[in-house]
Structure formats: C-alpha cells, structure tokens
C-alpha cells in the first residue's frame, strides 16, 4: 500500500501500525521490541501518527546537506574564464584539490554524526510522528510564548523608529541614498543594531508557530495570536532589511509544511512544486532587498548578484587554504566558541569577551565592517562572507573537518525530536537546516542566533515544567 497517508486530524494509536502497514515481514508495523524502544521515548502524547512518508524524506537533513554541498560543488565547478567575465578576479577554487578535500572532509563527518545521531539508520520506514506538539496541553505557556513573541516583534519596530531608521527608509525611497548607507549611519547613531536582535528569537518561533496553529483548530485565542505574532513579524522584518530573517524561517515553515500531515493529503509533486516556488520566492527576495539596500545595475544582476554570494565565498576559503590569504586570530577556535563569548546578557554581566582575550589573545574578524576592510586590503574584492568550513580551517587548519561531526550528530538528535513534536526541536532543526543549506554564508550554528535559540528553549521548558506540576497536582 502507499505511504503515502492523508491526515484527517485524527491521530492512530501505537496498536493500530498494524492495519496500516501491513508490508512488514511479520504482518505488523514493527515488532515487540521496536513497539518498546518507541513508547520509552516517553513521548508528550500516546498518540503517534503514520504521516505523509515521502515528503517528509524531503525535509531530512541529508537533503540541506545535499543542498549546501551543491552550492561548494557549483563553485568548484565554476569556470575561472566565467569568473573572471563576472567578478574581475581570478578564480582559485575551480578544480582545485586541496579545497575538495577539505570541504569533502567537513561533508563526511557531518553525514557520520548525523548517522549516529540519528541510531545508525538514515531512513526508518515508516516515519512516526507525533499528533501535534508537547505545547498543545499547555495553554498557559503557549499563550504566553506568542505574546512574549508579539511583544519582542513591537520592541523591534519600536528600536528602529527610535534610532531613526523611519528617516534612512525615506530617502531611499525618495532616491536620496541607498538605504545600506542610511542604515550604517543608524547603527553608528543608535550603537548597534538592536532591533535586528530582537528579531532573531522571533524569527527562530516562527516555525512552531505555524505548527501550532495548525495542531490546535479549536484553539480560537491561539490562532489570533499566531496571525497577529506573523503580521508583526513580517512588518518588522521589513523594516530590518535582512535576508535572513526571511530566508531562515521561511524554510522552517517548508519543512513543517513537509513533515506534518495536510488534511488535504501532500503528495510528493505538489510538495516538490512548494519547494521550487519557495525557491523562486527567496531568489526573487535576494534580488528585491539588493537592490533596495544597494541600488540596482541592471538586468545583468539578475545573474551576477546570485553568484556572487553563492560562488566567491568559496574563492575566499580556497585563498585562505593556500596560504595566499591570512586573517587575524587564527588557530584560537575563535569562530566555533564566538556563540559562547558574545552570550547575551551573560556577556553583559560577566564581561565574557574581555576573558576570551586575556586567555586566547587576538580575536577573529567579527561582522561585515571588520572583514571588510581586511580582506579589501589583500586584494580580496568579493563579499565578505566566510564559509562555514573557511570559518573551521581559520580555527583548526587541517583538523577543521573534525567539528562537524559533532553538528551531525546534534542534527540527527534534533531530527529525531522533530518528527516527535517536541517545541525545543521545532525551534532547533530548523536552524540547523538553515545552516546546512548556508555552509556558503559564515557559521551559522552554533551562532549568536543560536544563543537566542538556545535562551527560548530553556523559557518553553521551564513553562513545560510548572505547568506539568502544577497540573498533577490538580
């Protein structure tokens, strides 16, 4: 029979595999044993549901893998005469060895632990899942979650007209300046840009959100406020300017859309074809915000923008493997422990940042305005993004690749909790996601957006836990 099940909003019971998958071996679903292993998992409901299998196979972490690897192969692949016809410079990554092998090493450790963290099998068959999430019987944390969130969404809003950034969008749209060179002069007038930060534990909610809007139809207050929490979201992001804040929870909200059954059902055409126009949609976005922030060229952008994020970070990484390129603060492990040093509040309090100098010396490049004027300065005339696995041999030159292996394995971990419904994987497989298909853009996890992540989780679990006691004890 096909796998392949429509969901009509009601869940199947454990006992109940049986009758619907009968392929296994022994007429059941799956044995004795496995029946056992599933309901220690200690799930947050009884029920499990058998959902729409092959779709959700392309919401698995093998598939942002294979996403982003494809970027560094399209790079490596790239011909130098096309390179230089776009960006004026040499090309060092085409065909070149040193940076297949590195970049292939991070790749196989990555799909090593993300094998044992998922048990030692990529693909179980059939996929459980869970009916909704560990936050469906928590009305109280719920609740509050969406309007803290709400909340956080306003505040963004509210810092932005504060550090007059209403005035950079105005002139640029009057044709006054380009709205990065206004938006500068805002950071430069405000401090820092605050209210991008108040937008990254919102922008990491936004997937559990629409899971739980779709898990609670009866729920009339939490629906408005899942509506209200994205209409905010979406004015502030705006505003922010920021591709990422698009990008990233736009593809959360295609794998939730992937991995949970529709009530419509999902077959794997229709799901392919969401893919392809979502796709569509982040580059018509890409465009759309580059040319707000920086002007636009002409058509030949259209071409020259795309690659020039996707392909020239890989040339970078290959310079700085050959040695031809060489960055402050290397070998310190500076990249892979930033989320550690710049923890909000933490580093606010306990100065984190002053005892990583004393300890580790001299610091990494931090930002677009510290790489820039570096890389500018060695000849480096392409975007300033680093790599994730740039980020790793900056670190640990050729022991680089070993780091990865631990991201697998929390990948696989996190994926498994996923499918489960537990709300702190909602937030966390997303993220990981986001920086498998952006091993082009810096490191991404663990990153300062996942020092927020990690802050929001640990605010859902203490909610889980009072209100968990306080119902038994009712």
């Not at 502030?236 to 300017?241: D, E, I, K, R």
């Not at 004393?358 to 480096?380: A, C, D, I, W």
């Not at 209100?467 to 038994?472: I, N």
Request: aromatic share 14%; hydrophobic share 50%.
């Amino acid at each position: 029979m096909s796998t392949n099940h429509a969901f009509n909003g009601n869940s199947v019971r454990l006992d109940d595999f049986s009758e619907l998958d009968p392929a296994v071996d022994d007429g059941s679903a799956f044995d004795d044993a496995g029946a056992q292993s599933v309901v220690s998992l200690q799930l947050h409901s009884s029920r499990l549901i058998l959902g729409n299998q092959s779709t959700a196979m392309l919401a698995h972490p093998l598939m942002w893998i294979a996403a982003g690897t494809s970027v560094f192969l399209t790079a490596w692949l790239f011909p130098s005469s096309l390179y230089a016809q776009f960006f004026q410079t040499e090309s060092r990554v085409f065909l070149d060895l040193r940076s297949f092998l590195f970049s292939g090493a991070c790749v196989l450790l990555t799909c090593i632990g993300l094998w044992v963290g998922v048990g030692g099998r990529f693909f179980d068959a059939p996929l459980r899942f869970a009916a909704g999430t560990d936050l469906d019987e928590a009305p109280t944390t719920r609740i509050s979650l969406l309007l803290l969130m709400i909340a956080a969404n306003i505040t963004s809003v509210a810092l932005f007209f504060r550090a007059g950034g209403i005035a950079a969008v105005i002139a640029s749209l009057k044709g006054e300046t380009l709205l990065n060179v206004g938006l500068l002069d805002v950071v430069q007038n405000s401090g820092g840009m605050l209210w991008i930060a108040a937008l990254l534990a919102p922008a990491a909610f936004l997937p559990l959100a629409f899971q739980l809007y779709r898990s609670q139809p009866g729920a009339a207050w939490t629906r408005l406020l899942v509506i209200v929490f994205f209409g905010t979201y979406v004015v502030a992001a705006l505003l922010a300017s920021r591709r990422s804040l698009f990008a990233s929870p736009l593809l959360g909200l295609l794998i939730v859309y992937l991995v949970w059954p529709s009530r419509r059902g999902l077959t794997q055409v229709r799901a392919i074809s969401v893919c392809a126009i979502a796709a569509i949609f982040v580059v018509v976005l890409f465009l759309s915000l580059g040319a707000i922030r920086r002007g636009w060229n002409g058509p030949q952008d259209v071409v020259s923008e795309p690659l020039r994020y996707l392909i020239t970070p890989y040339n970078t990484q290959a310079l700085m493997i050959h040695g031809e390129l060489v960055l402050p603060g290397a070998s310190k492990g500076y990249y892979w422990t930033e989320w550690i040093w710049k923890f909000p509040l933490l580093d606010n309090v306990l100065h984190l940042e002053e005892w990583r100098s004393k300890f580790l010396g001299e610091k990494g490049l931090h930002g677009v305005n510290e790489r820039y004027g570096v890389l500018k300065s060695q000849g480096v005339q392409t975007v300033t993004s680093l790599p994730a696995f740039a980020c790793s041999f900056f670190d640990f030159g050729w022991f680089g690749p070993l780091p990865f292996f631990l991201i697998g394995w929390i990948a696989g971990f996190s994926w498994r909790g996923f499918l489960r419904g537990y709300s702190c994987q909602l937030l966390l497989f997303p993220l990981i996601a986001y920086s498998f298909v952006e091993w082009r853009c810096n490191l991404l996890f663990p990153s300062l957006h996942s020092d927020y992540v990690l802050m929001l989780m640990c605010v859902i679990k203490s909610g889980l836990l009072l209100e968990t006691r306080k119902m038994r004890r009712t």
